[in-house]
């Protein structure tokens, strides 16, 4: 038994619904590997559940997954928006939002994030994001003044898989836009951050 395994064994189950997203995800999808999993979900639904949020806005939907992770944490009135890019999805996002518990709680919009973004007009509670890499920076200085004071922003995948402590290199830019987005979180006076080594990574923000 390796460390993962026996946290897994130590932790909540899966809910039913959630176990079947993920068999699905790993039957029908290529990159099965961007799912948040089992113990990932776990840390968001608790996340949200400390926080209670009214609004949640999740950037990288992709099958569903993390987004009903963190609509178990939705005040009675909350609502979460999910933004994906890739509209191939939509369909099977839809049928996995629709046979949760929290189909009437969660709005997908498919499209260009960038776009979506300043399209929508709400104050986040708790912001997920987990998108194309390249795009953090512009993401999350997009987002920032809708996130209210004392609000939550989750970023997934900030340690790369361990390539962040690599040299530069000018040919991987995915690892070099992640590696630049940390030092500018690092130097932002605005917030409280910190990183937690789970799976690859979850930078963890408060907004003063």
């Given at each position: 038994?390796?460390?993962?395994?026996?946290?897994l064994?130590?932790?909540?189950?899966?809910p039913?619904?959630?176990a079947?997203v993920n068999r699905?995800?790993?039957?029908?999808?290529?990159?099965?590997r961007?799912?948040s999993?089992?113990?990932?979900?776990r840390v968001?639904?608790?996340f949200?559940?400390?926080?209670?949020?009214?609004?949640?806005l999740?950037?990288?939907?992709?099958t569903?997954?993390?987004?009903?992770?963190?609509?178990?944490g939705?005040?009675?009135?909350?609502?979460?928006?999910?933004?994906?890019?890739?509209?191939?999805?939509?369909?099977?996002?839809?049928?996995?939002?629709?046979?949760?518990?929290?189909s009437?709680?969660i709005q997908l919009?498919?499209?260009?994030a960038?776009k979506?973004?300043t399209?929508i007009?709400?104050v986040?509670?708790l912001?997920?994001?987990?998108?194309?890499?390249?795009e953090y920076?512009c993401?999350?200085?997009?987002?920032?003044?809708?996130?209210?004071s004392?609000?939550?922003m989750?970023?997934?995948?900030t340690?790369?898989?361990g390539?962040?402590?690599?040299?530069?290199?000018?040919?991987?830019?995915?690892?070099?836009?992640v590696?630049?987005?940390?030092?500018?979180?690092?130097?932002d006076?605005?917030i409280?951050?910190?990183?937690?080594p789970?799976r690859?990574?979850?930078?963890?923000i408060?907004?003063?």
């Open positions: 038994m390796n460390l993962e395994d026996y946290i064994s130590h932790i909540d189950d899966e039913e619904y959630l079947k699905k995800t790993h039957l029908k999808m290529i990159n099965p961007m799912l999993g089992h113990l990932q979900g968001l639904s608790m949200s559940k400390m926080i209670m949020p009214e609004r949640i999740e950037i990288g939907t992709y569903g997954y993390s987004a009903l992770c963190l609509a178990e939705l005040s009675a009135n909350g609502k979460l928006y999910t933004i994906e890019c890739n509209d191939e999805l939509e369909d099977f996002i839809k049928d996995n939002i629709d046979n949760s518990p929290y009437e709680k919009i498919i499209g260009d960038k979506q973004l399209e007009e709400e986040w509670d912001i997920f994001m987990d998108a194309d890499k390249r920076k993401y999350y200085d997009t987002v920032f003044p809708k996130l209210k004392g609000g939550f989750l970023i997934d995948n340690l790369w898989d390539k962040v402590l690599k040299e530069n290199d000018d040919k991987d830019n995915q690892t070099e836009a590696k630049q987005f940390n030092d500018y979180l690092s130097s006076d605005r409280e951050k910190i990183i937690l789970i690859d990574g979850l930078t963890i408060r907004k003063k």
